[in-house]
């Protein structure tokens, strides 16, 4: 069975700096897509960004990027020049070839004026 | 552009009662998932379907049913609730493309309560 590990629950940022969220992942998968959303307090999911696992290099949008690592199944966002906007629930996802989407337990992400 | 839309927002019914939620995909988008959030969890999967079929199913009792019409919209029915199955409901929808991991579009969810 697939699971995805979120094992942040809280984290915290200045404003401007730079703050990582860890994700590990388990699947015995070779090719599968991994997304990290974002939940703001008014409920709406957004999707952030998004790996294809058989693409080595490492996916970037804008302020957010992410350190894919296949082997250690580990899949990382790191966002630069944090915003207070970016302040919201972030979840790891895992979708693999049978359809299924597998969600993390969620970071909750303050960033501090 | 519409997005996708959930009715209704709130919902409150008592154990073993049946509920049927229901969902609105983006415009052109032929794929529906459906999620439940449980209060401070992460989304769980129940199912997703395309093209009026169930394309996918997480680990969800048979109680948990959808449909999917022409047009594309969804309902979620879950039958003989359970004080568990409180939660928030999100329908998702998307295109499938290679009919794997395009992006998803999430609705404002229905909050469902179980007394």
């Known amino acids: 069975a697939q699971t995805v590990t979120q094992s942040q629950p809280e984290m915290s940022v200045q404003e401007a700096e730079t703050v990582t969220l860890s994700c590990t992942y388990d699947?015995?998968?070779?090719?599968?897509?991994l997304f990290w959303y974002k939940q703001p307090p008014s409920r709406q999911m957004i999707l952030v960004i998004r790996?294809?696992?058989?693409?080595?290099q490492n996916a970037t949008e804008n302020r957010f990027s992410v350190n894919f690592q296949k082997a250690a199944k580990s899949f990382s966002l790191k966002i630069s020049d944090s915003q207070l906007g970016d302040t919201a629930m972030y979840f790891c996802a895992f979708f693999n070839t049978g359809n299924q989407f597998y969600f993390g337990t969620g970071t909750s992400l303050t960033v501090i004026p | 552009e519409t997005g996708v839309t959930q009715s209704p927002t709130h919902l409150i019914k008592t154990r073993g009662q049946q509920v049927t939620l229901r969902c609105s995909s983006q415009s052109g988008h032929n794929t529906v998932s459906w999620y439940q959030q449980a209060l401070g969890q992460g989304p769980q999967f129940i199912f997703q379907?395309?093209?009026?079929?169930?394309?996918g199913r997480g680990n969800f009792p048979p109680r948990f049913s959808g449909l999917q019409f022409p047009n594309y919209s969804s309902e979620l029915n879950v039958n003989a609730l359970e004080l568990d199955d409180s939660a928030l409901y999100l329908c998702?929808?998307?295109?499938?493309?290679?009919?794997?991991?395009?992006?998803?579009?999430f609705g404002p969810g229905t909050r469902l309560t179980v007394l």
């Open positions: 699947t015995s998968e070779s090719n599968y897509y």
């Open positions: 790996q294809e696992a058989y693409k080595q």
């Open positions: 998702a929808s998307s295109l499938p493309g290679l009919g794997l991991g395009n992006e998803q579009f």
């Open positions: 379907y395309y093209r009026e079929e169930e394309n």
